[in-house]
């Protein structure tokens, strides 16, 4: 292995540790990287002076002689970057399925010993530096370590660094060919004479109202709410329906609300109980023994469903036809797990065969360069999806920002979906990585 690879290999250990003391029993001195019978060790004290001074000694320049001076930058402002998170939040979220699973990947890389998986020191480390005064950092994390030598696998570390490098590889050259393949002749066919008139980024000019509604969903004994947005109009009102990601809530995405109910249109932002920033909390909190439940890839889409049936009982009842909203041609709007719910909505079938067969081989096990898929293998535990009708026909448009879905649905699960869906993507997301989440 040449220098370069072992210093790209320090940068990917150091990235995957710092985004995450009682009395010290044992602390690390020297991180020790092992590539077959190649050994080569980094005191920890030359690592607190780089973090301190930029100053790579001469135990360093071995793997960062190549490195230029914009990357030592970066590398220094990752040694310093600090977390202000408790001890009992570190050791719920690596106590649960989701956290085991990162530190089961990690561990094989760290380790306390070179024959001794690192899962349990990592997250004794992890832990006992959680709650210092400076934060939780790379350096926290490393003195509390509850072993004198840290050993780095490099065989594993190399090969998720080469399988992170073929990722971003292939990744840029599907961004530059989907580039090469937009046809921007297509835009003489829009009428520019209407579009020039608007600058979209600017708010529209409706005036309108904002209201909580409250749901109750009797036969699924489930009590939701929804954020509702209604533009002063005397026509039919156009309508959107916006579902949060994991973790997200009506307030994630008020600002996208107000902005589109200034162009005229009814919005819905909606707040999934089961997997919203109140049900995470409580997970924090030791409330839930689980971030999310399996049943929530079910719920989530019946909970929007049953918005619109009981809004349109609500509009029929009460406002004269040209003033209601246009429940029969709605739009939505999903990131993240709200994505899922979107395309679930419009069309999408989960792939249950396929999601057993990948997640029970283990395959997800070997795949920590994506995160979603720790998320889609919780789907495994629903019963026969077949009996859930998911779908709602009122939904005639689909606007999904990083969606996960290469396992829930899959090429077979997608082809399903028959109408109009655009995909955003992150090039540099690492939870739902751009080219197997949404490009493929």
């Known amino acids: 292995m040449n220098r370069l690879s072992f210093s790209y290999l320090l940068v990917l250990i150091l990235s995957s540790v710092w985004g995450w003391r009682s009395p010290i029993v044992e602390a690390a001195e020297k991180i020790s990287f092992r590539y077959g019978m190649v050994e080569f060790a980094v005191p920890v004290a030359s690592l607190e002076n780089f ?8 135990y360093l320049d071995i793997y960062l002689d190549s490195a230029t001076p914009k990357e030592l930058a970066k590398l220094q402002e990752l040694a310093n970057y600090s977390l202000e998170v408790d001890r009992v939040t570190v050791y719920r979220f690596f106590n649960s399925a989701l956290g085991q699973k990162i530190l089961q990947n990690l561990g094989a890389i760290i380790q306390p010993s070179p024959t001794k998986a690192g899962l349990h020191a990592l997250r004794s480390s992890l832990i006992r530096a959680a709650g210092e ?12 370590y509850p072993a004198q030598t840290i050993y780095i696998n490099g065989k594993n570390g190399l090969k998720l660094a080469n399988t992170f490098g073929k990722l971003q590889k292939r990744t840029k050259k599907a961004i530059a060919i989907i580039k090469q393949q937009a046809d921007l002749s297509s835009m003489d066919e829009l009428d ?33 709410s929804a954020n509702f947005y209604r533009p002063q109009l005397q026509t039919q009102i156009p309508t959107v329906v916006i579902s949060p990601g994991l973790g997200g809530d009506s307030r994630s995405f008020d600002y996208l609300a107000q902005h589109l109910v200034s162009y005229g249109f009814a919005v819905i932002v909606v707040n999934h109980p089961g997997s919203d920033r109140q049900k995470v909390d409580n997970f924090f909190k030791g409330i839930d023994r689980r971030i999310v439940e399996a049943q929530e890839f079910i719920d989530r889409p019946q909970d929007i469903s049953y918005i619109l049936d009981r809004l349109q009982q609500q509009e029929a009842a009460n406002l004269a036809p040209r003033h ?11 990131h993240s797990f709200g994505a899922y719910t979107a395309l679930a909505l419009a069309g999408g079938k989960i792939n249950i065969q396929g999601l057993q067969r990948s997640c029970k081989q283990h395959r997800v096990a070997n795949n920590s360069l994506n995160l979603s898929l720790l998320l889609q293998c919780l789907a495994v535990e629903l019963p026969d999806t077949s009996k859930h009708n998911l779908s709602d026909s009122r939904i005639k448009a689909t606007f999904v920002l990083n969606p996960m879905n290469s396992l829930l649905f899959g090429q077979k699960g997608l082809s399903k979906i028959k109408t109009p869906v655009a995909f955003i993507s992150g090039g540099k997301d690492l939870v739902t990585p751009p080219l197997s989440e949404q490009i493929i």
């Open 324 to 334: 209601r909203l246009n429940l029969r041609r709605v739009g939505i709007i999903g």
């Open 192 to 224: 520019l004479d209407f579009t020039q008139k608007l600058d979209l980024r600017q708010p529209g000019i409706f005036t309108s109202s904002k209201e909580v509604i409250l749901f109750n969903d009797r036969r699924r004994q489930r009590s939701f």
């Open 51 to 58: 973090a301190t001074t930029g100053e790579v000694d001469r």
């Open 133 to 144: 005064k400076e934060g939780l950092n790379l350096l926290n994390v490393v003195r509390n």
